[in-house]
């Protein structure tokens, strides 16, 4: 009772606050404590003082915002940089695989310009080649030279697809089961293999050094095969000619003329230097093919004008009797010239044309009895004498082999026989010269 009466003589009872939230029908009531607010307003109260007091060391505290600032510049300034460097670095990277580009289409155009130059080269070869077959004319192939020969044999379409493809494969851009067909780099050339890793551009000079390494193996193939036929040719030459001076005619030698022995090289010009070595100027398998062409056609024309010489046997069956020389005279008995040279034939055996040529007397000429004369031109003429019967008339142009009589025993003459003369500017040779060049011209002229 004593505590009332306190209650009441200090103050009047507290009231608590109430806070009544409506929503529709529901009526909630929530009590606030007196420690509540009390701890609301400390809550608030720290706030307050913890932003005043941070605010207000920011503000006494500029060096720390300018180094934050500076910090930042600084980190802004190092990844500018760090992208002007990358920006740099792609654009290097951009340029040279440009200039790596450019410098690899440039090569691939010189590659195709070589073997654009070896097709046409191998189109200009071949008809010589098929001359030179005609001829009978073969380059000798050594050991060293055969494996070259043969290379140029199997890849004469080096412009071709299978060129193409060669390019393709040793650029790495072809198909794996394709077969690669390239020449072995020779050591002196080639590239040494790197250990450590190969630039793009470094293995692109390798790859068209090996291609253009190829190419010139192909190249010298080319030219030495030229210069093999060349030197076949003329040496074939050389041997008619060599035969037909023995047997007494002194016939024109169709050499080239001065104007293509003056483009003939003295020596080659071979630029070298570096792993892309450029092929032969064209100027020089030029020369090579004006000489070939050139040997071929004093060979085919020493082959044509040999044709028309009495180099065969009027009777190959018969026996030679009788030879070119001073003998006996069968009806005198004293030293006499026989200008010829006897057959021992039966009468009515067929007598040939040593040449073709035209008939110039055929009938009765004195000791001679029948007779045919033939001339075949360059002054060389032959006589066919003692005929039983004549097969030609005078002007008629007879071929090498066509039976023109038959022999007999007329005229100055002691049983049958032939009597076969040759006459060289009107005056009477040993037909045994023309008889044995005839047998060692069979092989070069046939």
Not at 234 to 259: H, W
Not at 280 to 296: H, I, N, Q, R
Not at 348 to 356: F, K
Request: net charge neutral.
């Amino acid at each position: 009772m004593s505590g009332r009466a306190e209650n009441r003589v200090f103050g009047r009872k507290a009231e608590k606050h109430i806070l009544i939230l409506a929503k529709g029908d529901k009526v909630r009531h929530v009590t606030f404590q007196p420690w509540m607010a009390a701890l609301s307003v400390s809550l608030i109260s720290a706030l307050s003082i913890g932003y005043l007091a941070a605010t207000s060391y920011l503000v006494l505290r500029d060096d720390l915002i300018g180094g934050t600032m500076a910090r930042q510049a600084r980190m802004q300034h190092e990844y500018e940089d760090r992208i002007a460097a990358l920006r740099a670095q792609v654009d290097r990277v951009t340029s040279r695989q440009l200039l790596d580009q450019q410098i690899v289409e440039e090569k691939v155009e010189k590659l195709l310009e070589q073997q654009l130059a070896l097709t046409s080269r191998h189109g200009k070869l071949g008809s010589l080649l098929d001359r030179a077959e005609d001829a009978g004319v073969s380059a000798s192939e050594d050991q060293g030279t055969a494996p070259a020969i043969n290379a140029y044999e199997k890849r004469a379409d080096a412009a071709g697809s299978r060129g193409l493809a060669a390019i393709e494969r040793l650029m790495g851009i072809a198909k794996d089961d394709q077969p690669s067909t390239t020449v072995p780099v020779p050591a002196a050339l080639a590239y040494a293999p790197t250990a450590a890793r190969e630039s793009t551009s470094d293995r692109a000079d390798r790859l068209f050094s090996r291609v253009t390494l190829s190419l010139k193996d192909i190249e010298r193939a080319q030219r030495m095969r030229v210069e093999n036929l060349t030197e076949q040719t003329d040496q074939a030459a050389d041997e008619i000619a060599a035969i037909l001076s023995r047997t007494g005619i002194r016939m024109t030698d169709p050499a080239p003329s001065p104007e293509t022995a003056a483009s003939l090289p003295d020596e080659p010009q071979l630029d070298i230097g570096g792993p892309y070595v450029a092929p032969e100027t064209a100027a020089d398998f030029d020369a090579s093919l004006v000489a070939l062409d050139g040997a071929l056609g004093r060979l085919e024309e020493m082959r044509s004008q040999v044709k028309k010489l009495p180099f065969d046997n009027p009777s190959p069956a018969s026996d030679i009797t009788s030879r070119f020389g001073n003998r006996l005279d069968p009806f005198l008995g004293r030293l006499a010239l026989h200008a010829g040279i006897d057959f021992r034939a039966a009468i009515g055996t067929r007598i040939s044309a040593t040449a073709p040529g035209t008939v110039i007397s055929a009938g009765r000429n004195g000791g001679y009895g029948n007779m045919v004369e033939i001339d075949h031109g360059n002054g060389v003429t032959t006589r066919y004498a003692h005929l039983s019967s004549i097969l030609v008339n005078v002007g008629d142009h007879v071929k090498a082999g066509e039976a023109i009589a038959k022999t007999g025993n007329t005229g100055r003459s002691t049983g049958p026989h032939l009597h076969y003369e040759v006459r060289l500017n009107g005056e009477a040779v040993d037909p045994m010269r023309f008889l044995m060049a005839g047998l060692k011209l069979e092989k070069l002229v046939n």
